[in-house]
């Protein structure tokens, strides 16, 4: 049965130290949200207490509608996919996808023909009596996926499952992970610190800082249209600029920045501009150009990317990074102009 997860109001300690604090999260039915964040975050922290593996300090943890809040971890049903695999070394691969249904009281034949079968599905069918050391590192993270599914949890959790893989069995990974999880429906909590990871194996991604989850939503939202300056750093809006309206001509405004710069925004491509705001930008949402109307700076070093010249530009105490066009890159201690690109830029409320 697919059935919810739902974190009211958790406070958590190590120690004297609060690591989370009044941390709601309500995940749906069959649906994957990732924690995504710093070392240090309290993204491990949240999975460890669905887990079993902590106690909160206050609130409550509730899987559909049953409390798990002070039961123990074996009471709970829940698969788990390790970032170091967690094999046994002594037993063959379809004993170790078999493990949880032998604990479950389940009988020989039975389990092995469950083993064998969801072996099948993750494509090792033919290694099934080796031992994990004869396996590779994407292949041993199969068999942890298996023996997590097995058991048909009403809830698989991921902690960090594919930090030791190289890069390109990460990718070939999160897409059998999503695959497979989206074939079971199983309700998914999936721990990482890798944005494009979380991005792309997602139904929803918890972008967490101090303890705190700063912004929940899809990964396109979060991308376009982060909620405030930290989450808009975390995404790559490298440029957080203030700025002030100086006039409105319909949806076409005009704002100034702090060093008196003046450039026309359009309220149709960004939304609503208030009178007082900061102008995210990526390096990609301010085109430097040599001249015309614009934000005025002196530009530094340059670095070739491929797809564009990369420029370090000031105004004053300003600093920004731009990202130019891929004709003759502009030298060092050149004026140039800087022109956003609504595209990769968002509006955030002003800081105080």
Same mark, same amino acid.
């Given at each position: 049965?697919?059935? *919810?997860?739902?974190?009211?109001?958790?406070?958590?300690?190590?120690?004297?130290?609060?690591?989370?604090?009044?941390?709601?999260?309500?995940?749906?039915?069959?649906?994957?949200? *990732?924690?995504?964040?710093?070392?240090?975050?309290?993204?491990?922290?949240?999975?460890?207490?669905? $887990?079993?593996?902590?106690?909160?300090?206050?609130?409550?943890?509730?899987?559909? @509608?049953? !409390?798990?809040?002070?039961?123990?971890a =074996?009471?709970?049903?829940?698969?788990?996919?390790f970032?170091?695999?967690?094999?046994?070394?002594?037993?063959s691969?379809? &004993?170790?996808? %078999?493990?949880?249904?032998?604990?479950?009281?389940?009988?020989t034949?039975?389990?092995?023909?469950?083993?064998?079968?969801?072996?099948?599905?993750?494509?090792? $069918?033919?290694? *099934?009596?080796?031992?994990? /050391?004869?396996?590779?590192?994407?292949?041993?993270?199969?068999?942890?996926?298996?023996?997590?599914?097995?058991?048909?949890p009403?809830?698989?959790?991921? !902690?960090?499952?594919?930090?030791?893989?190289?890069?390109?069995?990460?990718? !070939?990974?999160?897409?059998? +992970?999503?695959?497979l999880?989206?074939?079971?429906?199983?309700?998914?909590? =999936?721990? @990482?610190?890798?944005?494009?990871? $979380?991005?792309? +194996?997602?139904?929803?991604?918890?972008?967490?800082?101090?303890?705190?989850?700063?912004?929940? &939503?899809?990964?396109?939202?979060?991308?376009?249209?982060?909620?405030?300056?930290?989450? %808009?750093?975390?995404?790559?809006?490298?440029?957080?600029?203030?700025?002030?309206?100086?006039?409105? &001509?319909?949806? *076409?405004?005009?704002?100034? @920045?702090?060093?008196? /710069?003046?450039?026309?925004?359009?309220?149709?491509?960004?939304?609503?501009?208030?009178?007082?705001?900061?102008?995210?930008?990526?390096?990609?949402?301010?085109?430097?150009?040599r001249?015309?109307?614009?934000?005025?700076? @002196?530009?530094?070093?340059?670095?070739?990317?491929?797809? %564009? =010249?990369?420029?370090?530009?000031?105004?004053?105490? %300003?600093?920004?990074?731009?990202?130019?066009?891929?004709?003759?890159?502009?030298?060092?201690?050149?004026? /140039?102009?800087?022109?956003?690109?609504?595209?990769?830029?968002?509006?955030?409320?002003?800081? !105080?």
């Open positions: 049965m697919t059935v *919810s997860l739902t974190i009211e109001n958790v406070t958590a300690h190590y120690g004297q130290t609060e690591v989370l604090k009044n941390l709601s999260l309500d995940i749906k039915a069959g649906e994957l949200v *990732s924690l995504l964040g710093a070392s240090g975050c309290g993204k491990t922290t949240t999975l460890r207490l669905v $887990a079993g593996f902590l106690e909160p300090t206050s609130g409550q943890i509730r899987l559909g @509608t049953k !409390d798990l809040t002070r039961l123990p =074996y009471a709970r049903n829940i698969g788990l996919v970032q170091n695999y967690a094999l046994f070394p002594h037993l691969v379809r &004993d170790n996808v %078999a493990f949880g249904l032998k604990q479950r009281g389940m009988g034949e039975e389990r092995a023909k469950k083993a064998e079968s969801m072996l099948e599905r993750v494509g090792l $069918a033919k290694f *099934s009596d080796r031992l994990p /050391a004869a396996l590779s590192g994407g292949q041993k993270q199969r068999v942890a996926l298996a023996r997590a599914l097995v058991i048909e009403p809830l698989l959790m991921f !902690d960090e499952p594919l930090s030791n893989l190289d890069a390109k069995l990460r990718v !070939d990974m999160r897409v059998e +992970i999503r695959q999880q989206r074939a079971n429906g199983t309700t998914s909590l =999936y721990v @990482t610190h890798d944005q494009e990871e $979380a991005f792309s +194996i997602s139904d929803r991604v918890a972008i967490m800082h101090a303890g705190r989850i700063m912004q929940l &939503d899809r990964p396109e939202v979060l991308y376009q249209r982060p909620a405030n300056a930290f989450v %808009a750093r975390f995404v790559g809006f490298e440029n957080l600029i203030p700025m002030s309206v100086t006039a409105r &001509d319909g949806a *076409s405004v005009t704002a100034r @920045t702090a060093e008196g /710069a003046e450039v026309l925004l359009s309220q149709d491509e960004l939304g609503a501009i208030p009178d007082r705001f900061v102008l995210a930008a990526r390096p990609d949402g301010l085109q430097v150009r001249e015309g109307q614009g934000m005025p700076v @002196t530009l530094g070093i340059h670095t070739y990317l491929g797809r %564009a =010249y990369q420029y370090r530009a000031k105004a004053g105490a %300003a600093e920004y990074l731009a990202n130019g066009p891929l004709g003759e890159p502009l030298e060092a201690g050149s004026a /140039a102009v800087l022109v956003p690109v609504a595209e990769q830029c968002c509006i955030l409320p002003a800081e !105080d």
